[in-house]
């Protein structure tokens, strides 16, 4: 059972664009929340996390919006760069114990110039 | 500025046989986590230490799997007898941990295991 869901495989934005990435979640017990980008060949890339006493956290070009009641998350990246193009993975935790992280299964950004 | 290395990056082995791969966390990093990645998913989870006890095993770690953090430092993930299904990314990660404030966990490049 997928508990955190990313439902579009791939996405495609015009460089200087906005990139919108999508992330739906079903453990309500869910309370942390992060994006990690990947290149190939490579361990994931920590972004930005969100605690679930917050809807927006903010950082440089990357914002992460938290909509708790609707159990939603995304990620806005403005103005989206070549360099962004990657695999995007939107990751959740249970505070306590190990706070392991539960993974979806990415969405491949591409920015074209 | 070290982050989390990881030995070797690549194996190739043949069915049936054993391998270790290494993981050395970010120095002041207490937590230190090992995952899998197959293509077309997400990191999954597979155990869990808190300075050198082993704290949590996913069911996905079956008794070929071994995991050890001798002195709370590295850690070592033994796979004996090796299957086709075993072939995979692994990735070690570790954090911090401060009463659960930052919960950011960072990865190491991961070790390309391929059985053949």
């Known amino acids: 059972d997928q508990q955190v869901k990313q439902n579009s495989p791939s996405l495609s934005v015009q460089e200087g664009r906005i990139s919108i990435l999508n992330c739906d979640y079903t453990?309500?017990?869910?309370?942390?929340f992060l994006w990690y980008k990947k290149y190939p060949a490579e361990g994931p890339t920590f972004l930005i996390s969100i605690s679930s006493i917050k809807d927006k956290n903010e950082d440089g070009r990357f914002t992460v919006f938290l909509n708790k009641s609707a159990k939603h998350l995304s990620l806005h990246i403005v103005p989206s760069q070549p360099g962004d193009s990657a695999v995007y993975f939107c990751a959740a935790s249970v505070k306590g114990g190990s706070e392991k992280l539960v993974f979806g299964k990415g969405t491949k950004l591409t920015v074209n110039p | 500025d070290t982050g989390v290395s990881q030995d070797p990056r690549h194996k190739i082995t043949k069915r049936g046989q054993n391998v270790t791969f290494r993981c050395d966390p970010i120095?002041?990093?207490?937590?230190l986590y090992w995952y899998r990645q197959t293509l077309g998913q997400g990191p999954e989870f597979l155990t869990y230490?808190?300075?050198?006890?082993?704290?949590?095993k996913s069911r996905l770690l079956s008794d070929r799997f071994s995991a050890e953090r001798p002195k709370g430092s590295f850690s070592t993930l033994e796979i004996q007898r090796t299957e086709q299904g075993d072939s995979a990314m692994y990735l070690c990660a570790s954090s911090f941990f401060l009463t659960s404030r930052l919960r950011e966990q960072y990865f190491g490049p991961g070790t390309r295991l391929t059985v053949t």
């Open positions: 230490f808190q300075n050198e006890a082993q704290l949590e």
């Open positions: 453990n309500s017990m869910f309370d942390y």
């Open positions: 120095s002041e990093h207490n937590r």
